[in-house]
Nanobody, 125 residues
Framework: QVQLVESGGGLVQAGGSLRLSCAAS????????MGWFRQAPGKEREFVAG????????FYADSVKGRCTISRDNAKTMVYLQMNSLKPEDTAVYFC??????????????????WGQGTQVTVSS
C-alpha cells in the first residue's frame, strides 16, 4: 500500500506562485510513476503533470506547460509541483496520484492506483 498526503495549497493572486508537495509512505516509493491532477467545481478531473520513476521524464498538460514543473525526490519520498504565473482558471483541488504498473506517464486518472486527499488552490483575479 501507498499513502499520499498533499500540502502547499492556498489562496494566491493571479500571477503568483505556489509549490505543492506530496509525501508518500508505504511501499517502495521509487517503483511508481507519479502524477498531479486537478478538479475544479463542476468540472471533470484533469491531468496536470506526470513524472516517471527516473525523475527525469516528465509530461505536462497544455494548459500548464511552461508554467508548472513537476519533480520528485525518491530519497525523501516526495513529489512536487511548482506552479508559476497562476491564473484564476487554475483554481481547483489538486491531487497527487501514484501508478504501480508499467513505467509511463498516464494522463487518465483510472490508470493510477493510489490517490491523496487533495489540496485546495485558489487563484484570485
Amino acid at each position: 500500500q501507498v499513502q499520499l498526503v498533499e500540502s502547499g495549497g492556498g489562496l494566491v493572486q493571479a500571477g503568483g506562485s505556489l509549490r505543492l508537495s506530496c509525501a508518500a509512505s508505504g511501499r517502495t516509493f521509487n517503483f511508481y510513476a507519479m502524477g498531479w491532477f486537478r478538479q475544479a467545481p463542476g468540472k471533470e478531473r484533469e491531468f496536470v503533470a506526470g513524472i516517471r520513476r527516473n525523475g527525469v521524464t516528465t509530461f505536462y498538460a497544455d494548459s500548464v506547460k511552461g508554467r508548472c514543473t513537476i519533480s520528485r525526490d525518491n530519497a525523501k519520498t516526495m513529489v512536487y509541483l511548482q506552479m508559476n504565473s497562476l491564473k484564476p482558471e487554475d483554481t481547483a483541488v489538486y491531487f497527487c496520484a501514484a501508478k504501480m504498473t508499467l513505467d509511463y506517464i498516464a494522463t487518465e486518472g483510472i490508470e493510477y492506483d493510489y490517490w491523496g486527499q487533495g489540496t485546495q488552490v485558489t487563484v484570485s483575479s
